[in-house]
């Protein structure tokens, strides 16, 4: 699949997990969910993180994907460190899923790379 496919479908997957259930917690006999509407402004840069890599995945340059990745990887974490074991289903599989976003760009940051290097070297 086109790389620029994978990145756009990461990055709406990611968007997804955002109104998913972040936090579980219990007040008496009833659970209740916080999606990441439910935590404020850090939460809406996780969003905004999301479609910036999906928006970015159609640009030939990855290394703008790489830090949005990672600021979306450490805000992520952070979120499900701070919960602990109240952390829901759907901010685990954001902080995975941004992980995995991480990593496809810092595979195509290091294959473009090498084609400018092959470019640069059969040019001279």
């Given amino acids: 699949m086109d790389k620029r496919v ?49 928006v970015l995945a159609w640009f030939p340059q990855p290394l703008p994907r790489i830090i949005v990745a990672a600021v979306a990887t450490l805000l992520a974490g952070l979120f499900w460190l701070s919960y602990g074991e109240s952390a829901a289903w759907g901010l685990v599989g954001l902080c995975l899923l941004s992980g995995v976003s991480l990593i496809e760009a810092i595979q ?15 040019g001279s």
């Fill in 6 to 54: 994978v990145g756009t479908l990461l990055g709406i997957g990611c968007m997804w997990l955002w109104f998913m259930p972040w936090r579980q917690f219990s007040i008496e006999a009833f659970d209740f969910y916080q999606t990441g509407s439910h935590m404020g402004g850090v939460a809406y840069m996780l969003l905004m993180s999301s479609f910036a890599y999906a």
């Fill in 108 to 122: 195509e940051h290091s294959t473009f790379k090498r084609t400018e290097q092959a470019k640069a070297s059969k």
